[in-house]
T-cell receptor, first 114, second 110 residues
Framework: SQTIHQWPATLVQPVGSPLSLECTVE??????LYWYRQAAGRGLQLLFY??????ISSEVPQNLSASRPQDRQFILSSKKLLLSDSGFYLC?????????????FGPGTRLTVL | GQNIDQPTEMTATEGAIVQINCTYQ??????LFWYQQHAGEAPTFLSY????GLEEKGRFSSFLSRSKGYSYLLLKELQMKDSASYLC???????????FGKGTRLSVIA
């Protein structure tokens, strides 16, 4: 079965500091990968998605970037965090190994920027 | 643009039945998904509809009408653990990201 790992689980960072969140997938190959952010009490906002190594599509222009150095690794980064970057960051995967080709989610990283 | 509408909040009584509606206006349609998200956790997949009609899975059922751009999630024999947000999402085309609604927060009360 497919599994998504995200770390860290929680993070508290000062404004202006850098960020690196990592997502790795097990049990499948050539997945589509996604980064979402969810602010407190709000819906999911798609940030980036990737259909293959080195291929990144950005949905929302902001101070975040993403990279996919390996087939099953997806990294979300920032050079300087803003207060508005606080939220719950979810990595998701879509693979034909699933019955309905549905997206499934990792456990998330809760980021607080102070 | 793509638009998905769901009620923001609903309250229902333990043991009762609740129906959560979702309407969508999208440039294409290749399936509709429902997810459950408990507070502080990641969403988990509940159901999938691509053809018109009802899909039943235990206490949960999901209905789709493509001509009306409408779906609902039906939860029967409500339990306290069903208190969560329920997200409706549409796949517009084969390889594109799902478009998510803002979610419906369901509170189950005794």
């Amino acid at each position: 079965s497919q599994t998504i790992h995200q770390w860290p689980a929680t993070l508290v960072q000062p404004v202006g500091s850098p960020l690196s969140l990592e997502c790795t997938v097990e049990g499948t190959s050539n997945p589509n990968l996604y980064w979402y952010r969810q602010a407190a009490g709000r819906g999911l906002q798609l940030l980036f998605y990737s259909v293959g190594i080195g291929q990144i599509s950005s949905e929302v222009p902001q101070n975040l970037s993403a990279s996919r150095p390996q087939d099953r690794q997806f990294i979300l980064s920032s050079k300087k965090l803003l207060l508005s970057d606080s939220g719950f960051y979810l990595c998701a995967c879509q693979t034909r190994d699933r019955a309905y080709n549905e997206q499934f989610f990792g456990p998330g990283t809760r980021l607080t920027v102070l | 643009g793509q638009n998905i509408d769901q009620p923001t909040e609903m309250t229902a009584t333990e043991g009762a039945i609740v129906q959560i509606n979702c309407t969508y206006q999208t440039s294409g349609f290749n399936g509709l998904f429902w997810y459950q998200q408990h507070a502080g956790e990641a969403p988990t997949f509940l159901s999938y509809n691509v053809l018109d009609g009802l899909e039943e899975k235990g206490r949960f059922s999901s209905f789709l009408s493509r001509s009306k751009g409408y779906s609902y999630l039906l939860l029967k024999e409500l339990q306290m653990k069903d208190s969560a947000s329920y997200l409706c999402a549409v796949r517009v085309s084969g390889n594109t990201p799902l478009v998510f609604g803002k979610g419906t927060r369901l509170s189950v009360i005794a």
